[in-house]
T-cell receptor, first 116, second 108 residues
Framework: GAGVSQSPSNKVTEKGKDVELRCDPI?????LYWYRQSLGQGLEFLIY????????KSGLPSDRFSAERTGGSVSTLTIQRTQQEDSAVYLC??????????????FGQGTRLTVV | QKEVEQNSGPLSVPEGAIASLNCTYS??????FFWYRQYSGKSPELIMF????GDKEDGRFTAQLNKASQYVSLLIRDSQPSDSATYLC????????FGQGTELSVKP
């Protein structure tokens, strides 16, 4: 596809269940980011993948959160034992290779997660 | 201290006025600075980026960067009601970190 694709667009899950959110970045983009946005709030950084380098996981809020990126392309964000405070929009973005400067991050449409 | 901080909103300006949005950052090693716009219920979209000290103009938008003061701003001239949105400052030095956003309302 032409843009960053995220699935599902909406997810309702019961407290305590595990969920997987998928991000398909723009072809050829080496950088991939996950953010969380709660209602009326800014973008909370979760994790950053850049090429084959070790991911920057410094934003993951707890060990219930994990993410992987297979083959340098598709990424999956997994939340185990979901809690109500995990309810938010999860946004994925990708950016092209280059010097690292001036590389626009393109966002997907997000996954709205609701934990009931 | 948050890594990227923006002036609290909401900011309300009349149509045709200049809107001024401000942002400070804590990491002196940051290299690139971005302004994104986010309409309600939508994903962020890039307005401008800047990486050198000084001003950068693009149409009605001017980004200003002062690395010594760790400060970046966005000016919107001749503000239009369609500019009403949340404006997000983002700073990159490896990972891309966003501020909490400033909501701008342009009144006709």
């Amino acid at each position: 596809g032409a843009g960053v694709s995220q699935s599902p667009s909406n997810k309702v899950t019961e407290k305590g269940k595990d969920v997987e959110l998928r991000c398909d970045p723009i072809s050829g983009h080496t950088a991939l980011y996950w953010y969380r946005q709660s209602l009326g709030q800014g973008l909370e950084f979760l994790i950053y993948f850049q090429g084959n380098s070790a991911p920057d996981k410094s934003g993951l809020p707890s060990d219930r959160f994990s993410a992987e990126r297979t083959g340098g392309s598709v990424s999956t964000l997994t939340i185990q034992r979901t809690q109500q405070e995990d309810s938010a929009v999860y946004l994925c973005a990708s950016s092209p290779p280059g010097t690292g400067l001036n590389t626009e991050a393109f966002f997907g449409q997000g996954t709205r997660l609701t934990v009931v | 201290q948050k890594e990227v901080e923006q002036n609290s909103g909401p900011l309300s300006v009349p149509e045709g006025a200049i809107a001024s949005l401000n942002c400070t950052y804590s990491d002196r090693g940051s290299q690139s600075f971005f302004w994104y716009r986010q309409y309600s219920g939508k994903s962020p979209e890039l307005i401008m980026f800047i990486y050198s000290n000084g001003d950068k103009e693009d149409g009605r938008f001017t980004a200003q960067l002062n690395k010594a003061s760790q400060y970046v701003s966005l000016l919107i001239r001749d503000s239009q009601p369609s500019d009403s949105a949340t404006y997000l400052c983002a700073v990159q030095g490896g990972k891309l970190i966003f501020g909490q956003g400033t909501e701008l309302s342009v009144k006709p």
